[in-house]
């Protein structure tokens, strides 16, 4: 992402952000609370587009990308736990 810029109900967030991952690594995005990390995550997902700025991948932009070359090329983990009801015996077996 490059001098990227997003505006949410009319404020500006994200200002000037550079961020490289390179490829094959893991990286992780920690911050206080409201500090953006879901918003990047949101931005790197492809769910906004940028107001300014770009997100590239492999030398080129993201909207060179379908949404589903762009899918199969990243990976996010999110912040949100998944429970599921039920004793974790079924679960275990609905696993394997």
Partial sequence: MTQYQATFVGDAVLRGLDLILPR?????????????????????SRFYEPDSGAIWLGGRPASDFTRGEWAKAVALV???????????????????
């Avoid at 990286?27 to 790197?44: D, Q």
């Avoid at 999110?78 to 394997?96: C, I, N, R, T, Y």
């Fill in 24 to 44: 094959g690594t893991i990286t992780a995005v920690v911050g206080r609370s409201g500090a953006g990390k879901s918003t990047v995550a949101s931005l790197i």
């Fill in 78 to 96: 999110s912040q949100e736990p998944v429970l599921f009801s039920g004793q974790l015996s079924s679960k275990a077996v609905a696993a394997v």
